[in-house]
C-alpha cells in the first residue's frame, strides 16, 4: 500500500488517510473492509462492544499510561457519513459524540475525544483539566492526536502545534515544520516530517524520544512509553521501554499500518492479518485468528 500522508492527502484533494487498526490501554482495535469492526481485550466498560459498529471508515482507541489507578478505556469509529459512534468509559462525557457531523478524522486519549472536521477546525469532548480539550481556536488542521493528556494538531502548512499538560515539554512543537503526521503519547509527542525522519519531545526516561536516527519512516505511533514507526519497505523499528516486548518488532514484514497501545503494538499486514507484541495480560495481543482484513480502499 502507499502511504499518503494527511498533509499531502489535503493537498491534493484525496480522502483523508484511514486509521484501521488502534490500541488501547488494554484493548485492540481494527476497521474490516467492509466497515465493521473488530476488537480484542479489555472490555470491563464496553470498550470492546463493536460488533454492531457498522460503515466505519476510522476507528480510534483511548489510551492511558500504566498504573495501578488507570486503566479504563474507551473506543472511537468515524462512519462514512461523517458522523460519529462511541462505547467504553464515559465518566468525563468523553464518549458524547452523536451530535458531532462533518468529522473526517478522530483521536482519543485518556478521558477526552478529539474530532477533527472537514473544513480544518477542531471539536472536543471530555477532561478538560490540563485544558487537553482547548481546541476551539484551530484552524486548517489535517491531521490531530491525543495523549494522556494533550493533544496535538498538524496544520495544512506542515506546522504544529499543542495544548494541554506540559510538564515535560511534550507540547514545545512550535517550531516544528514540513511535518506530515504527529503522534502523542503518554508525555512525549512524536513528529513525522516529510523526508522520512521524526523528532520527538517530552520525556525520554526509556528513551521513547530517541528517534533522531530514523530514515525512511512512513507512518507514526506513540504508546505511554515507547515510540514505533513504519519503514516504507514495511518493516518496523521501535524505541522506548521494553518490559513487556512491545519494543520487539524488528522482524516484522510486509506491514501496512501500525498501532501503539500502553504497552502494546499491533501492525496490519498487506495481506490483511494482524501482528501484535508486548502485554498481553487482557488478551489483546490475541489477534493471530484475525484474518481476510484489509485496509478499505485497498
Known amino acids: 500500500m502507499e502511504y499518503i500522508s494527511p498533509k499531502v492527502a489535503g493537498e491534493k484533494g484525496n480522502r483523508w488517510p484511514i486509521d484501521a487498526i488502534a490500541a488501547g490501554h488494554r484493548h485492540t482495535v481494527l476497521l474490516k ?3 465493521t469492526v473488530t476488537a480484542a481485550g479489555d472490555n470491563k466498560y464496553g470498550q470492546c462492544d463493536v460488533s454492531g459498529w457498522r460503515d466505519i471508515v476510522a476507528v480510534a482507541a483511548g489510551n492511558v499510561h500504566m498504573a495501578t489507578n488507570t486503566g479504563n478505556a474507551h473506543t472511537i469509529g468515524l462512519k462514512s457519513d461523517r458522523t ?4 467504553g468509559w464515559n465518566k468525563h462525557d468523553q464518549c458524547n459524540v452523536s451530535d458531532w457531523g462533518d468529522i473526517v478524522a478522530v483521536a482519543a486519549g485518556w ?3 478529539i474530532g477533527l472536521k472537514a473544513d480544518g477546525t477542531v471539536v472536543a469532548v471530555g477532561r478538560n483539566h490540563e485544558g487537553e480539550c482547548n481546541v476551539s481556536s484551530w484552524k486548517d488542521m489535517v ?3 491525543a495523549g494522556d493528556w494533550h493533544t496535538i494538531g498538524l496544520k495544512r502548512d506542515g506546522t504544529v502545534t499543542a495544548t494541554g499538560n506540559n510538564r515535560y515539554r511534550q507540547c514545545n512543537v512550535s ?3 514540513d511535518m506530515v503526521a504527529v503522534a502523542a503519547g503518554y508525555l512525549h509527542t512524536i513528529g513525522l516530517q516529510s523526508d522520512g525522519t521524526v523528532t520527538a519531545v517530552g520525556l525520554n526516561k526509556h528513551d521513547q524520544c530517541d528517534v533522531s536516527g530514523w530514515s525512511g519512516i512512513v507512518a507514526i505511533a506513540a504508546g ?3 515510540t514505533v514507526g513504519l519503514r516504507s519497505d514495511g518493516t518496523a523499528m521501535a524505541v522506548g521501554s521494553n518490559e513487556y516486548g512491545q519494543c520487539n ?3 516484522w514484514r510486509d506491514i501496512v499500518a501500525i498501532a501503539a497501545g500502553c504497552a502494546h503494538t499491533a501492525g496490519l499486514k498487506s495481506d490483511g492479518t494482524v501482528v501484535a507484541v508486548g ?3 487482557y488478551g489483546q495481543c490475541e489477534v493471530s485468528g484475525w484474518r481476510g482484513l484489509q485496509l478499505p480502499g485497498n
Not at 460519529?84 to 462505547?87: E, G, I, L, N, S
Open 84 to 87: 460519529v459512534v462511541a462505547v
Open 143 to 145: 491531521a490531530v492526536s
Open 279 to 281: 502485554n498481553n495480560e
Open 175 to 177: 517550531d516544528w515544520c
Open 249 to 251: 518488532v524488528s522482524d
Open 111 to 113: 478521558r477526552h475525544t
Open 224 to 226: 505511554s512509553s515507547h
Open 33 to 35: 473492509s467492509d466497515g
